[in-house]
């Protein structure tokens, strides 16, 4: 059975398919000698719109017939896959993507005070993959309670329960809203520092009750003030991320208050300066 009738066939097979390949596709040459049934060569083709199986006819300067060498192309793709991008958080936050940030921790206010409870959220766009601006609000919750023992009794299964007299209790409620840019350098060992800055107006709700006397004390005050800060985050599957940060707060807040014996109208001020920690979870999308 003669090779070179089957290898023209399939070549001819090969040339009426080429064609409809797409564009895209990168393509390499394989070169066969028909007669010795051997590989030639391997080269890079052209464009897919200009490849296809073709037969080319050549003189042998040894032979004294023509000879045919027959030219298949083969196609290989590989699609990129996320995991394949150096930093995944980066190449999903582009000029018009939008991020969101949910957070947790304390703010630890200058002096003696204890202490507060934090929670918030952040969110804005990336004018690129480095600076972000957005929009914050932070709630700040403080509670306390002042009781005295009163006696102790023995309970049936063992052990004792207290019975205390609530003497009195006050709670605080901050909330500091502010826009901010966010500066994102780059990626560094896997761990991704920010530092962002931002200011807006606080407010801050004051509750007290004194069970001995039946006063009430309720008030609102307001001010202006702003927060620097500094952490890192760690990405997480897709466009998720972990994130600490430590910041600073420096605000003030006031209201007017009228003396009723003298007339008088005072401006009462609530320092809220201080240190704290976030720990949170961001995403983009």
Known sequence: MQLRPVVLAVAGALALHAPARADSLALEKVTLDPELGTVLAITPAAPASEAAASALACRDPDRSSYGTRVILESVRWHPRRWRDRGDRWESS???????????????????????????????????????????????VHKSERNSVLVSSVPLPGGGTSERRLELARASSNLFPM??????????????????????????????????????????????????????????????????AEVFRNQSEVGRDVDDPQTGVTYREIVNLDGVGMRFGLGWGF
Not at 98 to 123: C, K, N, T, V
Not at 125 to 133: S, T
């Open 93 to 139: 936050h582009g000029r018009t993507s939008g991020y969101s940030q949910i957070h947790a921790g304390f703010l630890d206010p200058d002096g003696e005070q204890r202490p507060s409870f934090l929670a918030g959220f952040r969110g804005g766009l990336g004018v690129d993959e480095h600076i972000q601006l957005g929009l914050g609000l932070d709630w």
């Open 178 to 243: 502010s826009g901010y840019v966010q500066v994102q350098p780059g990626n560094v060992t896997g761990l991704m520092p920010f530092f962002g800055v931002g200011g807006g107006y606080n407010v801050l709700f004051l509750s007290a009750d004194n069970f001995q006397t039946s006063e009430h004390f309720d008030a609102t005050y307001g001010g202006w003030g702003w927060q620097a800060w500094g952490g890192v985050s760690v990405p997480l599957s897709g466009n998720s991320r972990i994130t």
